[in-house]
Nanobody
């Protein structure tokens, strides 16, 4: 059974870069045909898909966040990483990583607050 665990800072200052890592166990991030996604949920709002990195290494981004988002992976560690640049308080949210195929397998989520 695959397990995903998000890690990163809980507090980030405005204008800085947020970096989160998802560590995967019980399955390889290079296995066809899975897509490894980042999703967030701001307080009081719905889920927002941010982007994904495919089993092949191809990346896909939400058009609304494309200019500020970068996804990468470390296959030796079975991890994938989200970087979000120039954060503002509006980026405060619970951030989730997920494995996507016909179904979605989620991490537990990590709270990130953007505040000075």
């Amino acid at each position: 059974q695959v397990q995903l665990q998000e890690s990163g800072p809980g507090l980030v200052k405005p204008s800085q870069t947020l970096s989160l890592t998802c560590t995967v166990s019980g399955g390889s991030i290079t296995t066809s045909y899975y897509y490894w996604s980042w999703i967030r949920q701001p307080p009081g709002k719905g889920l927002e898909w941010m982007g994904a990195i495919a089993y092949s290494g191809s990346t896909y981004y939400s058009p609304s966040l494309n200019s500020r988002t970068s996804l990468s992976r470390d296959t030796s560690k079975n991890q994938f990483t989200l970087q979000l640049n120039s954060v503002t308080p509006e980026d405060t949210a619970v951030y989730y990583c997920a494995r996507v195929s016909a179904t979605w397998d989620w991490g537990q989520g990590t709270q990130v607050t953007v505040s000075s």
